[in-house]
């Protein structure tokens, strides 16, 4: 599984401290809910050329762990 925790981050001043890719404002929750419309990686990293699949990937990681935590608490 990739390490998301190099790509994810909170900023408490960018989209309410939502965990966002990088420095750009995009969430987690906004390539997660792109992906479940039916949008292909390539067509999100088309749309928005800042991002790259590695991103994406995080993305999916980063959820993967957070549902795990959910699991167990």
Not at 2 to 20: L, Q, T
Not at 21 to 39: K, N, P
Request: charged share 30%; with cysteine; aromatic share 12%.
């Amino acid at each position: 599984m990739i390490n998301y925790k190099d790509i994810i981050r909170y900023n408490p001043e960018k989209r309410f401290g939502k965990p966002c890719i990088r420095e750009t404002r995009i969430t987690v929750y906004d390539v997660l809910g792109w992906l479940a419309s039916g949008m292909s990686f390539s067509e999100i990293t088309n749309d928005f050329p800042e991002l790259t699949e590695t991103d994406i990937l995080a993305c999916l990681s980063y959820a993967a762990e957070r549902e795990r935590k959910l699991q167990y608490t």
